[in-house]
């Protein structure tokens, strides 16, 4: 079945960066792309930006540019987030999530499990 | 830009049905029918429930319906079950400058 599984929480200093990974299996990796949402305890959910996994074109929210970059390794279909200078507000847990199927814009599924990533001194 | 606004909470008893409004702007949902609507239980991740405003991917009851009307979205669960009981989120396109915003999020409790 279609499946996205996500690497397991990490916890870092204000300031250091974050990689996680989304490794997709059951379907063709480069036919759909990759969109990153973050969600705060608590809080709503938040997009983040998408990555073609072809051509590794990018699109960032405004409030990461900069801050984010978004990969992938093709040979193994397992896309990244990075997430530099972090702050404590950047403590949320991180979820990849597939283009739909036959979807326009604004679908994604499925999703990753979600990765926590606390940001603490 | 400001994420789109919903309700923080609705209620209703099993078989009742609740409408969820998700208001925008002229920039985002006012002016794009790419509308998509998420379901999420504590702990999980979301699910995906309606696109294009009012389709449904396969596997989503047809209790779940979406509409739209100017700036304000909506999604409405037909005869509510216990499993209902969850945290709902929009999300429209915004242009290829701002992409995706998400709404506030609804709590939706089964009474």
């Known amino acids: 079945q279609v499946q996205l599984v996500q690497s397991g929480a990490e916890v870092k200093k204000p300031g250091a960066s974050v990689k996680v990974s989304c490794k997709a299996s059951?379907?063709?990796?480069?036919?759909?792309?990759i969109t990153w949402v973050r969600q705060a305890t608590g809080q709503g959910l938040e997009w983040m930006g998408w990555?073609?996994?072809?051509?590794?074109?990018?699109g960032y929210a405004q409030k990461f540019q900069g801050r984010v970059t978004m990969t992938r390794d093709t040979s193994i279909t397992t896309a990244y987030l990075e997430l530099s200078s972090l702050r404590s507000e950047d403590t949320a847990v991180y979820f990849c999530?597939?283009?739909?199927?036959?979807?326009?814009?604004?679908?994604?599924?499925?999703w990753g499990q979600g990765t926590l990533v606390t940001v603490s001194s | 830009q400001s994420a789109l606004t919903q309700p923080r909470s609705v209620s209703g008893s099993p078989g009742q049905s609740v409408t969820i409004s998700c208001t925008g702007t002229?920039?985002?949902?006012?002016?794009?029918?790419?509308v998509s609507w998420y379901q999420q239980h504590p702990g999980k991740a979301p699910r995906f429930l309606i696109y294009?405003?009012?389709q449904r991917p396969s596997g989503v009851p047809d209790r779940f319906s979406g509409s739209k009307s100017g700036n304000t979205a909506s999604l409405t669960i037909s005869g509510l079950q216990a499993e209902d009981d969850a945290d709902y989120y929009c999300?429209?396109?915004?242009?290829?400058?701002?992409?995706?915003?998400f709404g506030t999020g609804t709590k939706v409790s089964v009474l």
């Open positions: 999530a597939r283009w739909a199927p036959d979807v326009a814009a604004a679908g994604w599924d499925p």
């Open positions: 990555m073609n996994p072809v051509s590794g074109k990018t």
């Open positions: 999300c429209s396109y915004a242009g290829s400058y701002t992409f995706y915003v």
């Open positions: 294009d405003v009012s």
């Open positions: 059951g379907y063709t990796f480069a036919n759909y792309d």
């Open positions: 002229n920039s985002d949902i006012g002016n794009y029918n790419f």
